[in-house]
């Protein structure tokens, strides 16, 4: 995947169209990406004298779910067509599952540091009420202008930082899925998305300052977490119990018509909830846990699903038909494969928790960037911190640290 950076993305698009015969084209921005940087692409294809087909959203209320998709579906004519998403988590996730269901490639232009998402494969959309993360396709290029990312809102690199240094955590919750779930890893990938964190984290001071090399980290980071979904197949690497706590407070603002929760911050915030268990769990022995192990019981199915109903009523049935993790758990078979497991690999379990930082070094990092750390701050309110957290294990088959505090009779 050719990926650009520097002060001539659109010479080099309008080159990469040229040498791969790219005459027609669908692009989608909204009314502020159209501004920064849309409308001089657009006017470089037409200036090409080719054949372009465009959509300018409005940003307000603007998210990738069905009226979105129906929208850009509704002005697509069914020709082969190249799609251009021109802006950040929302545009690019737009055009990523619009060019895939219309059997068309995407490139993408960022137009901020917002999301590590722009080089994934999957299209975190919502259809109906239930929010996921759908298979789609990678952009064929990435084109970004550099001055465009030094000069997007803080408060956008902001959502980007906690979004990304939040691979500390998943990819320890995916470690876990594996050694204690048996679910598929691959050690490469896995190194690479602690690469993507520990690189931002690193230059935290020149991500705040929006020094241009720095954001070229920042970027470069984005885009290695996004290969880490594309590698593997789906976000597993990227997106773990914080991520799932995260996609129940936007799934709420939704629900209910609330705007105004931006997708890195509520990541952060939910990081932080993660690395705070974490802490705890570093500081629990193999005897301490064994005995709290011993003593958990998990609620029968029938309870579980009866509880889920009433937390989250709006997407229980898809949950509890997803068949998650915590459910299966209570066939005490399964439970006492999963005790097993986490005993036989203690002495790894304890590793990988030592390499995910503390939550007083993340809520830090934060606050020189300009993040929330709490979810007051992001105005959750504390029945949804409660429903989110207490249900957010039921959202992927991930055997995150939610999962265990769970096991363990953590509150």
């Not at 009226?67 to 002005?75: D, E, P």
């Not at 055009?95 to 137009?111: E, I, Q």
């Not at 603002?253 to 268990?277: K, S």
């Amino acid at each position: 995947m050719p990926i650009t950076i520097g002060d001539h993305a659109i010479e080099d698009f309008i080159q990469f169209c040229k040498d791969h015969h790219h005459e027609k084209f669908l692009l989608v921005a909204d009314k502020n990406t159209y501004r920064v940087l849309g409308k001089r692409v657009h006017d470089a294809i037409k200036a090409e004298g080719w054949d372009t087909l465009h959509i300018i959203l409005d940003p307000e209320g603007l998210h990738a779910d069905s009226v979105t998709l129906s929208r850009v579906f509704a002005i697509y004519d069914g020709q082969p067509r190249l799609f251009v998403g021109v802006g950040s988590g929302t545009i690019t996730d737009t055009a990523r599952f619009t060019s895939h269901r219309s059997r068309n490639p995407f490139v993408s232009f960022p137009t901020a540091a917002s999301v590590d998402a722009y080089t994934s494969v999957n299209a975190p959309v919502t259809i109906g009420e239930l929010k996921g993360s759908i298979y789609c396709q990678a952009p064929v290029a990435i084109f970004t202008d550099i001055q465009t990312i030094v000069e997007s809102p803080k408060w956008l690199t902001a959502s980007g930082f906690g979004d990304l240094v939040s691979k500390f955590t998943s990819s320890a919750d995916w470690k876990y899925t594996h050694l204690i779930w048996g679910s598929d890893f691959l050690p490469e990938i896995y190194a690479s998305a602690r690469h993507a964190a520990d690189s931002v984290s690193q230059a935290v001071e020149g991500i705040a300052a929006h020094d241009p090399t720095s954001m070229e980290i920042m970027m470069r980071g984005q885009f290695e977490s996004g290969f880490t979904m594309a590698d593997f197949g789906n976000s597993a690497p990227a997106s773990g119990g914080e991520h799932h706590i995260a996609h129940a407070w936007e799934m709420m603002f939704h629900w209910i018509g609330r705007e105004g929760l931006y997708h890195g911050n509520a990541v952060g915030v939910a990081t932080i909830m993660e690395a705070e268990w974490y802490d705890r769990f570093k500081a629990t022995t193999k005897e301490e846990a064994q005995s709290l192990l011993d003593k958990a019981v998990i609620p029968s199915r029938e309870q579980q699903e009866k509880e889920l109903r009433k937390a989250l009523p709006e997407i229980a049935d898809e949950l509890i038909e997803s068949n998650p993790i915590y459910m299966q758990m209570a066939n005490p078979q399964v439970f006492e494969r999963v005790k097993q497991n986490i005993f036989t690999h203690w002495d790894e379990i304890q590793e990988i928790a030592a390499l995910v930082p503390s939550a007083d070094q993340f809520r830090a990092w934060f606050k020189q960037i300009g993040a929330p750390t709490t979810p007051q701050e992001i105005e959750v309110s504390e029945e949804q911190t409660r429903i989110a957290r207490d249900y957010g294990h039921y959202l992927r088959e991930r055997f995150s640290i939610n999962n265990i505090r769970h096991l363990l009779g953590w509150k």
